[in-house]
Nanobody, 124 residues
């Protein structure tokens, strides 16, 4: 089970920190990722991190602004979002992909478990 928290309303240029708490299976068996669904659009990959936290990767539009990290002892993953823009407005989802040997997991169908989502609105 994955439970997100930390969404809300923020002004352009502001920051938010999303958290995702995991329970159940062995956390380190999973790569973790964040996706988002902007209003009226499909889900899109935002950021991912490998099971050992040795490598993270991002979609181009958030590189340099967002940082994904995980704490395997606490079974949690966070997404620090800085310099937020109105186009970052979306419902953000945490997801877990069972490790299958891939280097990166960027497609929705590679993920096995999903959180319920948390709304992020960037507006003045």
């Amino acid at each position: 089970q994955l439970v997100e928290s930390g969404g809300g309303l923020v002004q352009p240029g502001g920051a938010l920190r999303l958290s995702c708490a995991a329970s159940g299976d062995t956390f380190t068996n999973y790569a973790m990722g964040w996706f988002r669904q902007p209003p009226g659009k499909d889900h899109e990959f935002v950021a991912g991190v490998r099971s050992t936290n040795t490598m993270s990767y991002y979609t181009d539009s958030v590189k340099g602004r967002f940082t994904i990290s995980r704490d395997n002892a606490k079974k949690s993953v966070t997404l620090q979002m800085n310099s937020l823009k109105p186009e970052d407005t979306a419902v953000y989802f945490c997801a877990a992909a069972r490790y299958t040997g891939r280097t990166k997991y960027t497609n929705m169908n590679e993920y096995d478990f999903w959180g319920q989502g948390t709304q992020v609105t960037v507006s003045s």
